[in-house]
């Protein structure tokens, strides 16, 4: 007999649902079988499958540990994350016990683009098996995963769920727009003053790129982008920058639109500018970092705690040495309440 106890993490959805997630190579007819014979039972009861489970509800399987077996698929996720070299784990900047927030690297994928992909999220997987927050079971009915993403080579915050509340909470706030995301960046040129550009932004899958322009067209996206001034120097500007929306590429096809490309673009950047910018500061991709995230003022139920709060994460050395060859500085006392 195996006993499943109903966590926050399950609570909410369907008896059936969540059973087809535990037995996840089990045919529904199984399940629905099983229910009728009571070799499945809801807190010592039959079900039909359509109860809305709570939490401390316990669900009964009367089933051998062969069939259970064989009716789960191995969780291939988990056999990456305990590959994971806990050495390289991104830096954590704030968690508790329903979020997690992390300085992801540049060069590194919020989330699988391939099944052989190691992405941030079997960084986090692995850091929460290793800490006990998670076990292999209960991953089997809800798997922690981060709430935004952010391009391979772009480095700053991105938010992750421990919890099922959480990471539905995070990803409407994330969806609606009322989570505010600031973005630092190294472009070329002299920028004066703050500025709300707009346009349409259109995608060419075939090549991985965006088109921007000034006139609507069949398949574009309106898009607005305000951006602030810090610090320049050497015609290179170091920019404070927000999405009023967020599409693919949005600040790097922008703002090169606008005859500012951000520094190391491989896409949208300059090339020539680009190859000297390698020798002279080993830069190799654009200099781009997500440094700012602000809750909204009245987040719901369990997240209520960090309502209006802001989190900071300072760029990595790449950045901070490439604006200092510019002779742009920038330190630890430019993060926080009193700083940008």
Known sequence: ???????????????????????????KSFLY??????????????????????????IRLFLSDETVDSFTENIKAVDQAKAVKMDGMPEIIYEDGHIVLI????????????????????????????KGDITEETLKSFRPSVCNR??????????????????????????????????????WGHIDGTRKIQGYLKKDKARNQVVISSRMSEGALPISTEYTPVCESQKVTLLKVRLITGRSHQIRAHLASVGHPILGDAKYGDAVQNLTL??????????????????????PGPLEYLSGKTFYAA?????????????????????????I
Request: hydrophobic share 40%.
């Open 1 to 27: 007999m195996k006993l499943i106890k109903v966590t926050q993490n399950e609570a909410g959805q369907r008896l059936d649902k969540l059973l087809a997630k535990y037995l996840n190579k089990a045919p």
């Open 33 to 58: 079988k099983m229910l009728r014979k009571k070799n499945i039972t809801l807190n010592g009861r039959k079900a039909a499958g359509n109860e809305k489970t709570e939490v401390g509800d316990e």
């Open 103 to 130: 300085n992801k690297p540049a060069g590194m994928l919020s989330q699988k683009a391939a099944a052989s992909d190691v992405s941030l999220v079997e960084y986090l997987i692995s850091y929460l098996l290793r």
């Open 150 to 187: 952010l391009d391979r080579n772009t480095s700053g915050i991105v938010a992750a769920g421990k919890s099922l509340p959480a990471l539905q909470i995070m990803a409407e706030v994330f969806k609606d727009r009322s989570i505010h995301k600031d973005y630092l960046t190294l472009v």
């Open 278 to 299: 390698k020798k002279a500061a080993g830069v190799t991709h654009q200099l781009l970092h997500s440094y700012r995230l602000q809750m909204p003022s009245d987040l």
């Open 315 to 339: 760029p990595p050395e790449n950045f901070c040495r490439a604006a200092g060859s510019f002779g742009i500085k920038i330190d630890q006392s430019m993060f926080g309440e009193d700083g």
